[in-house]
């Protein structure tokens, strides 16, 4: 019903590890972002994608990854968890018509400790 | 590169009051939308309401109305009777509608806004 699903939607990991989040939608839209909410600095552009295996980078994507095998999957990875990247993420979703804003998933609230 | 600014972390109003919220951007673009979001506690970032700037008209949208200034680059949101419901963060947020988009937002840092019974 929600259209976007993001998981999980709260994670407490140690420092090193590896971490993915997933988003998912189910609207067939083209285009997938994922942000990071830190105080101070409102919502900053991770990765986003404009299609299957389509993607780029944005402003904060050092120590990010992503990947889209499929369109309802966009996969958020950190390799190595540090605790800079402790934060609140959101995954974003809108068509082709970009300009009617976004459907924004709920959060994932992410600790490295 | 665009940047957004809200210069306001906090604000305040009483129920029923009006209160304005401030934003302003830097652009070299013409074509571009303007998008006021809310976040209230439960973290779900809802849409208020949006502005496209060729259009001079301001938007509106029940008691969210906003005040766009394009050669001054400020895109304010005014909620008249404000309600308890209203407190939330507010984001504000720039898209550039040019021939390279793609549907990149760019926020604000976020103003926080208390409304008091």
């Known amino acids: 019903d929600a259209g976007i699903t993001q998981s999980p939607r709260h994670k407490v990991t140690e420092t090193g590890t590896p971490v993915t989040l997933r988003c998912h939608q189910t609207?067939?839209?083209?285009?997938m972002y994922w942000y990071r909410q830190d105080p101070g600095h409102g919502l900053r552009l991770i990765h986003y994608?404009?299609?299957?295996?389509?993607?780029d980078k944005g402003e904060v994507s050092d120590g990010y990854s992503v990947s889209r095998s499929k369109t309802e999957d966009f996969l958020l990875t950190l390799e190595s968890a540090t605790s800079s990247q402790t934060s609140v993420y959101f995954c974003?979703?809108?068509?082709?018509?970009?300009?009617?804003?976004?459907?924004f998933g709920s959060g994932t609230r992410l600790t490295v400790v | 590169a665009q940047t957004v600014t809200q210069s306001q972390p906090e604000m305040s109003v009483q129920e029923a009051e009006t209160v304005t919220l401030s934003c302003t951007y830097d652009?070299?673009?013409?074509?571009?939308?303007l998008f006021w979001y809310k976040q209230p506690p439960s973290r779900q970032m809802i849409l208020v309401i949006r502005?496209?700037?060729?259009?001079?008209q301001n938007a509106t949208e029940n008691r969210f109305s906003v005040n766009f200034q394009k050669a001054a680059k400020s895109f304010s949101l005014k909620i008249s009777d404000s309600q308890l419901g209203d407190t939330a963060m507010y984001f504000c947020?720039?898209?550039?509608?040019?021939?390279?988009?793609?549907?990149?937002?760019?926020f604000g840092q976020g103003t926080t806004l208390q409304v008091k019974p």
């Open positions: 974003a979703i809108t068509g082709t018509s970009t300009n009617y804003g976004y459907t």
């Open positions: 609207e067939n839209h083209r285009y």
């Open positions: 994608s404009y299609g299957v295996k389509d993607t």
């Open positions: 652009t070299s673009e013409s074509n571009y939308y």
């Open positions: 502005q496209e700037a060729y259009k001079q």
């Open positions: 947020a720039f898209m550039n509608r040019g021939s390279s988009n793609t549907g990149k937002l760019i």
